[in-house]
C-alpha cells in the first residue's frame, strides 16, 4: 500500500522522459539510483558535503541528494550515464586517467560531472577549474590531475572553452 505523500513524478534523465511513484521529498540522487537503476551517480555524505552525488539540473551542478525529486520536474537532470555518451566526455575522461585525475574513483563520477559544467561554462566558475571543484571531496588525487585534464581538453578546442 502507498503512502499518501507518494505521487507520480516525471523527470527527465539523459534526454529521456522517466516516471517515478515516490515522495517527492525523497532526494534525487535516491530516484536516480534506486529508482531508476542509474547507478554512477555516488552517494557519500548525504548532507552535500562531498559531492559525489553531483548531477547536472538544467546545466547546473547541484549535489542531488540535497534536491527533492519534486523539484526536478520540468528540468533536464543529466547524469555520469548521459554525459558518458558524447564523444568529448571520453576525451576528458581518458585525460582523466592519463593526468592521474582519477584514483579510488568513488568521487569520480561527481567530478567529472562539474568539470564537464566548468568546460560548458567556466563564467560560471570565474574561469577558474579549482573554483568549480569546490564543492567535490577527493581525498585520493590533490585536484591537481583533474584541473591538468580540464585544462587538456580546453586546450585541445584550441584554447576555447
Do not use: H
Request: include cysteine.
Amino acid at each position: 500500500m502507498k503512502a499518501e505523500q507518494d505521487r507520480l513524478i516525471q523527470l527527465t534523465i539523459n534526454g529521456r522522459e522517466r516516471s517515478w511513484a515516490g515522495d517527492e521529498a525523497a532526494s534525487l540522487a535516491d530516484v536516480i539510483r534506486e529508482g531508476q537503476g542509474l547507478t554512477g551517480t555516488k552517494i557519500g555524505c548525504r548532507t552535500g558535503e562531498c559531492g559525489a552525488c553531483t548531477v547536472l539540473l538544467d546545466g547546473q551542478p547541484v549535489v542531488s541528494c540535497l534536491v527533492p525529486a519534486g523539484s526536478a520536474q520540468g528540468q533536464s537532470i543529466e547524469t555520469i550515464e548521459g554525459l558518458s555518451q558524447r564523444e568529448e566526455f571520453q576525451t576528458l575522461a581518458g585525460l582523466m586517467l592519463e593526468e592521474g585525475g582519477v584514483q579510488c574513483g568513488f568521487c569520480t563520477p561527481g567530478v567529472m560531472v562539474t568539470v564537464w559544467a566548468y568546460l560548458q561554462n567556466p563564467a560560471l566558475f570565474g574561469g577558474d577549474a579549482g573554483a568549480a571543484l569546490k564543492n567535490n571531496l577527493c581525498r585520493c588525487t590533490g585536484y591537481l590531475g583533474i584541473i591538468t585534464a580540464a585544462e587538456r581538453v580546453i586546450a585541445l578546442r584550441g584554447g576555447r572553452p
